[in-house]
């Protein structure tokens, strides 16, 4: 999505960090932050109203009281008040600085090992 200069100062003014698309010299897509010292995403995409059918995702947001309506999205991280989550391609979970990073929940599927450490990640570093 495009911004104009305008709601790019307003967001900036506000402290929200964008994001554009640009084409580098040897024509490679390259991420640009307006914000030098923001870590370009490297998150996978999602789709929420996807997210907000699997049973997975509706149990996590119960179980830290929050509704679909209040999640927010942002370079592929979604903000749950309690903590940001994203999906990368990794095999394991990991919970740094207020981040959940998981695999996509499809992968969750049929891995009642990877079930069994996110609930133990939410229950010990997000609860507690």
Partial sequence: MAITQRQFN???EMGI????QRDTDNSAVALESKNANIPVSTSLAFDLDQ???QQLFSDILLCIDISIGEVTTANNIMNLGLFNWQFKETDTITFSKSILTTPLLTAFENSTQLKKDLWQIIQQKVLA
């Fill in 10 to 12: 307003h967001l900036n």
């Fill in 17 to 20: 960090n964008v994001w554009q």
């Fill in 51 to 53: 997210l907000s059918q």
